[in-house]
């Protein structure tokens, strides 16, 4: 384009993505043809123009072009100044389509959103960890249970997280599931804010790649601790009433 924005070369690619041919867009100002309307980039904003009266490189992403027939795509663009002997003559803009890549982003992060309300509404905690030990996430029910924020656990290893006997429990726990290449459950201990432990139901699992290899483990924790607590319960009642039978029984044989 040329100092006042209007068009002076146009490639067949260029023609296939705006849908116009090369003689509709010579001579015309590729501002108001290519730019959605309420864009965010005004004359006196856009990149394309900008590039020439600031004799400055532009690299503009995830912006959208209009094409003939009014519907609109996502691309990437660069603007260069074109200079001659010192002297700034116009602009090139070089730009992709974009859209499908868009598309796919969108889906991917449609499905890690999908996947991150899952885990935050799931009554149990859940983490996932490299195989070196460092996390790479965990829900809300993990922030709630440990009080370690999110942000402060991702990319920390329990070592650096827990007291070290915690962590040896977690970190054995873990390589027990790298070896096995299997579903791995135990019981393993927190310490409550009450200073009190927790005992929690953990089920360990491995993630595997393309090549089977383990990258990483994931695990699911319940807090059993009232349960265990009621089970403790239930055989010292037991227990205390096998002894009383017991004991009736060896007064009746004593009568």
Do not use: W
């Amino acid at each position: 384009i040329d100092l006042l924005g209007d068009t002076t070369f146009v490639n067949p690619a260029a023609e296939h993505l705006l849908g116009y041919d090369s003689k509709e867009l010579l001579g015309q100002n590729i501002h108001d043809l290519i730019h959605p309307k309420g864009h965010k980039d005004c004359l006196e904003d856009c990149p394309i123009l900008l590039a020439s009266k600031n004799s400055k490189d532009y690299q503009i992403s995830d912006s959208q072009f209009v094409k003939k027939n009014g519907s609109s795509f996502y691309v990437n663009y660069n603007c260069t100044p074109i200079t001659q002997n010192g002297v700034v003559l116009g602009t090139v803009v070089i730009f992709s389509d974009r859209s499908e890549q868009k598309k796919k982003d969108q889906e991917i992060k449609r499905s890690r959103d999908f996947l991150s309300e899952t885990l935050n509404h799931l009554p149990a905690v859940f983490y996932a960890k490299e195989t070196s030990g460092k996390y790479i996430v965990v829900n809300s029910e993990y922030e709630k249970a440990t009080k370690v924020p999110k942000h402060k656990a991702i990319g920390r290893t329990d070592h650096e997280l827990f007291p070290l006997d915690l962590a040896k429990q977690f970190r054995m726990n873990d390589i027990e599931v790298i070896e096995k290449r299997d579903l791995v459950t135990s019981e393993e201990v927190l310490i409550g804010e009450d200073g009190k432990k927790r005992i929690f139901l953990s089920f360990k699992f491995p993630y595997f790649d393309q090549d089977q290899n383990v990258y990483a483990t994931g695990g699911i924790s319940i807090d059993i601790t009232d349960k265990k607590e009621l089970e403790h319960q239930t055989f010292h009642t037991s227990k205390l009433a096998a002894i009383g039978d017991l004991s009736a029984g060896i007064g009746h044989e004593i009568n």
